[in-house]
């Protein structure tokens, strides 16, 4: 769970963040959605602890079975205040995630070692990918710097999910992907979440994708929450369908 309270963040006069209390429960696959400067992106890194909030704090909370737990009862962090969070959340926000003069390999060889993975489970794990790899990342022998933005996409994606953890943040995930990709990523993200129980977090412009594997979307404006909508079967659909025709009109 991610408790998050009275977060603020501001730059200059510009308010990028102002969410009095939010809650995103175990399991949810939450889309946030919203124009440009809408502080999606913003928030992401509060919770990811690269961005210091001016205010407020996030709260996350792993259940007992959270893989790696070290403890019996629920694990409760500010990640502010603890390193242990990394242990159980994978993210990819942009490419400054990767380790770009290694090959897509030795990234996901350097992950494994770690978290103390044998690199038999770490090829183990790769298959799983294989079809959004699609056969220009593993084994291309090019290091990651030296590939095209949709295959940097990929990497960046794989490394977030590899080591399985129990919170995935993905920020645009959809970008630089050909169609094809797309929706085999689709796929993966929504064959996660129902294998592990994980938290995943996405934005996205990409408002179809985002409604077709959701379970929840918050659409934020101007750094507040102004709605926050189930999603059974696409049935926000229409009611962001409508924000953003009247946004795109007035």
Do not use: C
């Not at 996350?60 to 790696?68: G, H, N, Y």
């Not at 694990?75 to 926000?93: F, H, M």
Request: hydrophobic letters at 40%; zero cysteines.
């Amino acid at each position: 769970m991610i408790k998050i309270e009275n977060i603020k963040k501001a730059f200059g006069q510009t308010i990028a963040s102002d969410i009095p209390s939010f809650v995103i429960n175990d399991g949810d696959i939450l889309g946030l959605v919203g124009n440009n400067g809408a502080g999606k992106t913003t928030l992401f890194r509060m919770i990811l602890d690269l961005l210091k909030p001016d205010e407020g704090e996030v709260i996350l909370t792993f259940p007992s079975d959270a893989r790696f737990s070290k403890n019996e009862e629920s694990l409760v962090i500010n990640p502010a205040n603890s390193e242990e969070w990394k242990d159980y959340t994978g993210a990819y926000i942009d490419d400054t995630f990767l380790i770009d003069f290694l090959t897509p390999e030795e990234l996901f060889a350097f992950l494994g070692k770690i978290k103390g993975l044998p690199q038999t489970e770490i090829d183990e794990r790769l298959k799983a990918y294989e079809r959004l790899a699609g056969g220009e990342i593993f084994g291309q022998k090019k290091l990651i710097r030296n590939l095209s933005a949709g295959n940097k996409q990929k990497v960046g994606i794989i490394s977030a999910l590899i080591m399985r953890p129990q919170l995935v943040i993905l920020d645009e995930p959809f970008n630089f992907l050909d169609p094809s990709s797309q929706n085999i990523l689709k796929h993966i993200l929504t064959d996660y979440n129902h294998e592990t129980g994980a938290t995943i977090l996405i934005s996205s412009h990409n408002l179809a994708h985002t409604i077709d594997i959701s379970t929840r979307i918050v659409l934020l404006e101007k750094g507040q929450i102004i709605r926050d909508l189930p999603n059974s079967e696409g049935s926000a659909r229409t009611e962001l369908e409508n924000y953003f025709e009247t946004a795109a009109e007035s």
